[in-house]
């Protein structure tokens, strides 16, 4: 079974840093695209962003300059840096992967993380 779990979320102060992870574990052939969704109170589930397996990124323009997603490819993990932040990024984290397993492609979610920017 495969399964992405997140870590990081918390309080932060308006202003501060926050550090997400996610992995993915189970029987995993490859992993294409791997992102970051935030769902707010109220509001429908948006991109925050994405990066392929060959490094390519995308933001959501509401996080350019403020957050960096990476991933490292051998251990199945992409993180997200986020900095600068704002109490309007409050919400739930998701990780998204596109991946295979053996000859299926999935698409998997994460549990979600809480995130919550004080002012």
């Known amino acids: 079974q495969v399964q992405l779990v997140e870590s990081g979320g918390g309080l932060v102060q308006a202003g501060g840093p926050l550090r997400l992870s996610c992995q993915a574990s189970g029987s995993i052939s490859t992993i294409n695209a791997m992102g970051w969704y935030r769902q707010a109170p109220g509001k429908q589930r948006e991109l925050v962003a994405t990066i392929t397996s060959g490094g390519s990124t995308m933001y959501a323009d509401s996080v350019k300059d403020r957050f960096t997603i990476s991933r490292d490819n051998a251990k199945n993990t992409v993180n997200l840096q986020m900095s600068s932040l704002k109490p309007e990024d409050t919400a739930v984290y998701y990780c998204?992967?596109?991946?295979?397993?053996?000859?299926?492609?999935?698409?998997?979610w994460g549990q979600g993380t809480l995130v919550t920017v004080s002012s």
């Open positions: 998204n992967a596109a991946l295979r397993v053996v000859l299926e492609w999935l698409e998997v």
